[in-house]
């Protein structure tokens, strides 16, 4: 999700907590408590069906895109490790690094034909530290629709002396005259870091990739992508790929065919490869550099033995069926999106991939579209502004490879009711880009 909700200030309504309340969070707060989608007790799993009170609901709002929560191979890889390593390796990773580390990071670095990487916990606490680490007292470029997490890394780096600019999405042009500005200022650093989403975590959309790193090799940039939710769909490009995700999951750089030269990709295996562990592809050079420089390396508790057992274990599965899950993947999303198409909504999702968000017609409740989908056995996750701007409020659904064609019958069915019901948006969607409302 892409919005700001702090970027406006002052004194709101209060809650009746007592805290104040920014005007900017009513409608979240609005929502906690009368929709239940959101914060949400699931008490029993069954594949792709979630249990919640009494109701069984088809999930679609989890990232599990390739389903290996679910592999009994990947379930199978935990005992073993947590019997030799205990439950969890509670070093920082400067202090000491089970040998499960130099594994993970050798496997990926193959994977990803990066020259180096290095793992932490979450992407969240890579942003927070690597970015402000990266720009120094330099200038900070981000775009307008990158993920939360990247905007406040920004923030933060501002905070630390950088120097903060947003260009709008996709907008290479408006990039260019703020790198060719920041050039010519004697103010800051000449360090320069350009953030954005790979495949965006509302969109589903790529950006382009290739003139964007162009123009940061040009401007001696680093360009630093988010790749949380293309990392395990999308990969290089072959003659014989099983589908047009590309082959071996090995995330947006490989998939478009660029080179790491200028280039800082960032992705997580919290969402395909269902573990708690992110990672940076990064030059050697640099990865010495934040291993002092990036505190969660030096300071911060590491992943559970669990998951780098399931990372470990997610690469073998990868390697022998991930392409095939990868085209199972594709087929159903492709189900999906073409019914959705056909009842002419306003997706912004063209590349296919499994992030389809659903905006809803202008004036409709999302508590009340949320009801609607429950009654039909659909659970998914809500858009609400301030998450995404006021025009874009809807709801976003992604597939897995594990789903059933009868689940997405299921889900086809409950769009076509809410279109039915006049629940969402029709037509072309809008653009992003735009500012943030
Ligand atoms: C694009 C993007 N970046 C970062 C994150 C946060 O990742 P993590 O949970 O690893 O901190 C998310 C989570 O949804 C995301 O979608």
Same mark, same amino acid.
């Given at each position: 999700?892409?919005?700001?909700?702090?970027?406006?200030?002052?004194?709101?309504?209060?809650?009746?907590?007592? =805290?104040?309340?920014?005007? #900017?969070?009513?409608?979240?707060?609005?929502? &906690?408590?009368?929709?239940?989608?959101?914060?949400?007790?699931?008490? %029993?799993?069954?594949?792709?069906?979630?249990?919640?009170?009494?109701? *069984?609901?088809?999930?679609?709002?989890?990232?599990?895109?390739?389903?290996?929560?679910?592999?009994?191979?990947?379930?199978?890889?935990?005992?073993?490790?947590?019997?030799? *390593?205990?439950?969890?390796?509670?070093?920082?990773?400067?202090?000491?690094?089970?040998?499960?580390?130099?594994?993970?990071?050798?496997?990926? =670095?193959?994977?990803?034909?990066?020259? @180096? =990487?290095?793992?932490?916990?979450?992407?969240?606490?890579?942003?927070?530290?690597? $970015?402000?680490?990266?720009?120094?007292?330099?200038?900070?470029?981000?775009?307008?629709?990158?993920?939360? /997490?990247?905007?406040?890394?920004?923030?933060?780096?501002?905070?630390?002396?950088?120097?903060?600019?947003?260009?709008?999405?996709?907008?290479?042009?408006?990039?260019? %005259?703020? &790198?060719?500005?920041?050039?010519?200022?004697?103010?800051?650093?000449?360090? #320069?870091?350009?953030?954005?989403?790979?495949?965006?975590?509302?969109?589903?959309?790529?950006?382009? $990739? /290739?003139?964007?790193?162009?123009?940061?090799?040009?401007?001696?940039?680093?360009?630093?992508?988010?790749?949380?939710?293309?990392?395990?769909?999308?990969?290089?490009?072959?003659? @014989?790929?099983?589908?047009?995700?590309?082959?071996?999951?090995?995330?947006?750089?490989?998939?478009?065919? %660029?080179?790491?030269?200028?280039?800082?990709?960032?992705?997580?295996?919290?969402?395909?490869?269902?573990?708690?562990?992110?990672?940076?592809?990064?030059?050697?050079?640099?990865?010495?550099?934040?291993?002092?420089?990036?505190?969660?390396?030096?300071?911060?508790?590491?992943?559970?033995?669990?998951?780098?057992?399931?990372?470990?274990?997610?690469?073998?599965?990868?390697?022998? #069926?991930?392409?095939?899950? #990868?085209?199972?993947?594709?087929?159903?999303?492709?189900?999906?999106?073409?019914? $959705?198409?056909?009842?002419?909504?306003?997706?912004?999702? /063209?590349?296919?991939?499994?992030?389809?968000?659903?905006?809803?017609?202008?004036?409709?409740?999302?508590?009340?579209?949320?009801?609607? &989908? *429950?009654?039909?056995?659909?659970?998914?996750?809500?858009?609400?502004?301030?998450? $995404?701007?006021?025009?874009?409020?809807?709801?976003?659904?992604?597939?897995?490879?594990?789903?059933?064609?009868?689940?997405?019958?299921?889900?086809? @069915?409950?769009? =076509?009711?809410?279109?039915?019901?006049?629940?969402?948006?029709?037509?072309?969607?809008?653009?992003?880009?735009? %500012?943030?409302?």
């Amino acid at each position: 999700m892409t919005e700001n909700p702090q970027a406006s200030s002052g004194d709101g309504p209060s809650l009746s907590r007592s =805290t104040p309340l920014d005007p #900017r969070y009513i409608e979240l707060d609005r929502l &906690l408590s009368q929709s239940q989608m959101f914060d949400a007790i699931i008490d %029993e799993i069954d594949g792709r069906r979630i249990r919640i009170g009494n109701d *069984w609901l088809v999930d679609f709002a989890s990232c599990n895109y390739l389903g290996f929560d679910l592999d009994p191979q990947i379930m199978d890889a935990i005992p073993g490790q947590v019997r030799r *390593w205990g439950t969890h390796p509670s070093w920082s990773r400067l202090l000491g690094n089970p040998r499960l580390y130099p594994e993970i990071e050798e496997r990926l =670095t193959y994977l990803l034909g990066a020259e @180096d =990487t290095l793992v932490l916990p979450t992407v969240t606490l890579i942003h927070m530290s690597v $970015v402000p680490a990266l720009a120094g007292r330099g200038t900070v470029f981000f775009d307008s629709q990158s993920h939360k /997490t990247i905007y406040d890394a920004c923030t933060f780096a501002q905070g630390l002396g950088a120097t903060m600019h947003r260009f709008a999405t996709g907008d290479i042009a408006q990039l260019e %005259e703020l &790198l060719r500005n920041a050039a010519s200022s004697p103010a800051s650093e000449s360090r #320069r870091l350009v953030c954005m989403d790979g495949v965006n975590s509302m969109t589903g959309n790529l950006p382009d $990739v /290739t003139a964007f790193a162009r123009l940061c090799r040009e401007y001696d940039a680093l360009l630093y992508l988010d790749d949380a939710h293309g990392f395990g769909v999308i990969g290089e490009r072959r003659a @014989d790929e099983a589908s047009p995700y590309g082959a071996r999951g090995n995330a947006i750089v490989r998939h478009v065919g %660029e080179s790491y030269d200028n280039v800082i990709l960032v992705g997580g295996f919290s969402k395909a490869y269902s573990s708690l562990l992110a990672f940076i592809a990064l030059t050697t050079p640099l990865k010495n550099f934040l291993k002092v420089a990036a505190p969660p390396y030096l300071y911060s508790g590491p992943s559970p033995t669990a998951s780098l057992a399931t990372v470990l274990a997610g690469f073998d599965v990868n390697e022998a #069926r991930g392409d095939a899950l #990868r085209a199972e993947l594709y087929r159903l999303t492709a189900r999906v999106l073409s019914h $959705v198409r056909a009842l002419g909504l306003a997706t912004p999702n /063209t590349s296919g991939t499994p992030i389809i968000e659903l905006p809803l017609t202008a004036g409709r409740d999302l508590a009340a579209v949320a009801r609607n &989908l *429950w009654r039909r056995g659909i659970y998914a996750t809500l858009a609400p502004y301030p998450m $995404v701007p006021r025009d874009q409020v809807g709801i976003r659904i992604q597939v897995t490879a594990v789903h059933t064609d009868e689940q997405i019958d299921q889900l086809n @069915d409950a769009v =076509t009711e809410l279109v039915g019901l006049g629940d969402l948006r029709i037509g072309i969607p809008r653009q992003r880009g735009g %500012e943030r409302s």
